[in-house]
């Protein structure tokens, strides 16, 4: 028994990793690097009808970091420097799946972040709570092989990420928060991704690899955010008749934010995460999930504040 991926996927990945190799300018040193939650791509469930997803990711982002060390504090300017970011989210996914082949999703983000940094040897924060920026896309899958032991889907992802979530959020002092801690990233981005997946029968294990691009289409009051591209590999066996061992290794880089109000020299960079998780079955229709996410390896641009971890909690149902 063999295991290969199809050319068009293959030469995707030959062509993502040396990008990934050779480009020094991007990542999630300063953001969110989630892992990955498409159940429908994973071949959780596939039929016809609606599904709904509900995750909750947390991420305190309080170690400064330079290409991929970390600062030391006798290094730092007393008079500016990054303090920490809490950044709380709460996810909603609708999803629709016309038959195996076609569904359509849409996905709302709300945000919860505490930010606070010194600045001109003054303290200052923010706190808000937020809608994001939401998510539509359209999915196409289908079987590129079939055997007694294995079966192979492969799909393809196309969406627009929206300008819902605000760009002017202030504290209590008026003053305006960075671009790059705003809700909402203020332009529309173009969502691509393709995707293969197989289960081997004889081992009872499931695998995916996924490509990833959220590519900004337009700058917006001096800002556009930086181009991200991801990769995706994981795996999935069950452990008991309802509970799944999941295993993720998620690869991010981020390109340098753009505009009069960005600030490329700190922001971007590239990361490798590692994500153990479990889903357990609770109802004919219903899973729960969790994810940490640990880091391998982390490059930012200038100095960003990093994570030592984050985590993702959540519940899928189809009705």
Same mark, same amino acid.
């Given at each position: 028994?063999?295991?290969?991926?199809?050319? $068009?996927?293959?030469?995707?990945?030959?062509?993502?990793?040396?990008?990934?190799?050779?480009?020094?300018?991007?990542?999630?040193?300063?953001?969110?690097? =989630?892992?990955?939650?498409? $159940?429908?791509? @994973?071949?959780?469930?596939?039929?016809?009808? #609606?599904?709904?997803?509900?995750?909750?990711?947390?991420?305190? *982002? /309080?170690?400064?970091?330079?290409?991929?060390?970390?600062?030391?504090?006798?290094?730092?300017?007393? &008079?500016?420097?990054?303090?920490?970011?809490?950044?709380?989210? #709460?996810?909603?996914?609708?999803?629709?799946?016309?038959?195996?082949?076609? &569904?359509?999703?849409?996905?709302?983000?709300?945000?919860?972040?505490?930010?606070?940094?010194?600045?001109?040897?003054?303290?200052?924060?923010?706190?808000?709570? *937020?809608?994001?920026?939401?998510?539509?896309? =359209?999915?196409?899958?289908? /079987?590129?092989?079939?055997? %007694?032991?294995?079966?192979?889907?492969?799909? =393809?992802? !196309?969406?627009?990420?929206?300008?819902?979530?605000?760009?002017?959020?202030?504290?209590?002092?008026?003053?305006?928060?960075?671009?790059?801690? *705003?809700?909402?990233?203020?332009?529309?981005?173009?969502?691509?991704?393709?995707? +293969?997946?197989?289960?081997?029968?004889? =081992?009872?294990?499931? $695998?995916?690899?996924?490509?990833?691009?959220?590519?900004?289409? /337009?700058?917006? %009051?001096?800002?556009?955010?930086?181009?991200?591209?991801?990769?995706?590999?994981?795996?999935?066996?069950?452990?008991?008749?309802?509970?799944?061992?999941?295993?993720?290794? /998620?690869?991010?880089?981020?390109?340098?934010? !753009?505009?009069? @109000? !960005?600030?490329?020299?700190?922001?971007?960079?590239?990361?490798?995460?590692?994500?153990?998780?479990?889903?357990?079955?609770? !109802?004919?229709?219903?899973?729960?999930?969790?994810?940490?996410?640990?880091?391998? +390896?982390?490059?930012?641009?200038?100095?960003?504040?990093?994570?030592?971890?984050?985590?993702?909690?959540?519940? *899928?149902?189809?009705?």
């Amino acid at each position: 028994m063999t295991m290969r991926l199809p050319r $068009w996927l293959a030469l995707a990945a030959v062509t993502f990793t040396a990008a990934y190799a050779t480009q020094a300018q991007a990542s999630c040193g300063a953001s969110f690097c =989630l892992v990955n939650t498409d $159940w429908g791509m @994973q071949g959780a469930w596939q039929e016809k009808g #609606w599904r709904a997803d509900f995750r909750y990711e947390q991420l305190l *982002q /309080n170690r400064l970091r330079s290409g991929t060390d970390a600062v030391l504090a006798s290094a730092l300017d007393p &008079s500016h420097r990054e303090t920490e970011s809490l950044t709380r989210r #709460w996810v909603s996914t609708l999803d629709y799946g016309w038959d195996e082949h076609w &569904s359509a999703s849409v996905t709302l983000p709300f945000i919860d972040r505490e930010h606070r940094h010194i600045e001109d040897s003054a303290p200052a924060s923010w706190h808000y709570r *937020q809608f994001g920026d939401a998510k539509v896309s =359209l999915r196409y899958q289908t /079987n590129l092989h079939d055997s %007694d032991e294995t079966l192979g889907v492969g799909g =393809l992802h !196309a969406g627009l990420k929206l300008p819902s979530g605000r760009t002017g959020v202030r504290n209590s002092t008026g003053t305006l928060a960075e671009r790059a801690l *705003q809700p909402g990233s203020g332009g529309t981005g173009l969502l691509l991704s393709a995707y +293969y997946r197989q289960f081997i029968a004889p =081992l009872q294990l499931s $695998w995916f690899v996924q490509l990833n691009a959220d590519l900004p289409l /337009n700058t917006v %009051d001096g800002f556009k955010a930086g181009r991200q591209t991801g990769l995706d590999l994981g795996l999935s066996r069950p452990l008991t008749s309802r509970i799944t061992g999941l295993l993720q290794l /998620n690869l991010q880089q981020r390109g340098r934010d !753009a505009g009069a @109000q !960005a600030e490329p020299e700190a922001s971007g960079g590239r990361s490798a995460f590692l994500s153990p998780g479990i889903s357990v079955s609770v !109802a004919p229709q219903t899973r729960v999930y969790g994810f940490v996410q640990l880091p391998l +390896y982390q490059y930012v641009n200038g100095q960003q504040l990093t994570a030592r971890y984050a985590f993702a909690l959540g519940a *899928q149902t189809r009705f």
